[in-house]
């Protein structure tokens, strides 16, 4: 038990195969794996979507819609990248025309 009284368990430390005492049974937060500046809310660019970082309290983070967001299973996307999935999915089934691609006059 904790000084607080939280319940204490143990559990692995993130990014390792160790354990701590944790107030979460499953996984420890681990300070260690923060990347400097990274917060939830913060900016992250197009290249890092999908990408994952840990904030100073060890939490998980995902690269989504251009802002670093806590990681709770969601799909990172951007509406860009899923406008330039849905157009290469058009491409394999229909016509580049079907697709919204504009042909210039010599071809």
């Not at 660019?45 to 309290?57: E, L, V």
């Not at 990681?71 to 058009?90: I, M």
């Amino acid at each position: 038990m904790f000084a607080d009284g939280a319940t204490a368990y143990c559990a692995r430390l993130a990014g390792t195969d160790g354990t701590v005492w944790s107030r979460d049974a499953n996984l420890a937060p681990n300070p260690a794996l923060a990347e400097a500046g990274v917060a939830a809310g913060q900016p992250c660019h197009g290249y890092q979507t999908g990408a994952f970082a840990y904030d100073a309290s060890g939490t998980q983070l995902v690269c989504s819609e251009y802002t670093w967001q806590v990681n709770a299973g969601q799909r990172p996307h951007t509406e860009w990248g899923d406008g330039q999935r849905e157009f290469a999915e058009c491409l394999e089934t229909r016509p580049a025309d079907d697709c919204g691609v504009e042909r210039s006059p010599q071809g």
